[in-house]
């Protein structure tokens, strides 16, 4: 099991990434959250086994058919939060 922070760059929101990438970790079973951020970026973060991420970034790397990706900068860690499930999350609180 490893823990991934995601972050996506390029014309990202307003495309459906969030739920796209929703549908996909619900495929690989990944859990965690995604969710735009203010400077127009998606952050995500992932659980899952490595083969399972590896799938989910290479989405990242793509993404949705209107999605125009600029870059994925990835950060493993080694803290487990052991989500329950795969959230978009609507706002920052």
Request: charged share 30%.
């Amino acid at each position: 099991m490893k823990h991934l922070n995601v972050l996506v760059k390029g014309k990202v929101q307003g495309v459906y990434f969030r739920a796209s990438t929703k549908a996909v970790a619900d495929q690989l079973g990944v859990k965690g959250f995604v969710l735009n951020q203010p400077d127009g970026t998606v952050y995500l973060e992932a659980e899952g086994d490595a083969i399972a991420l590896d799938l989910l970034l290479d989405f990242c790397d793509e993404g949705p058919a209107e999605a125009e990706v600029t870059g994925v900068e990835v950060t493993e860690t080694t803290e487990l939060k052991h989500f329950k499930n795969f959230e978009v999350i609507k706002k920052i609180k």
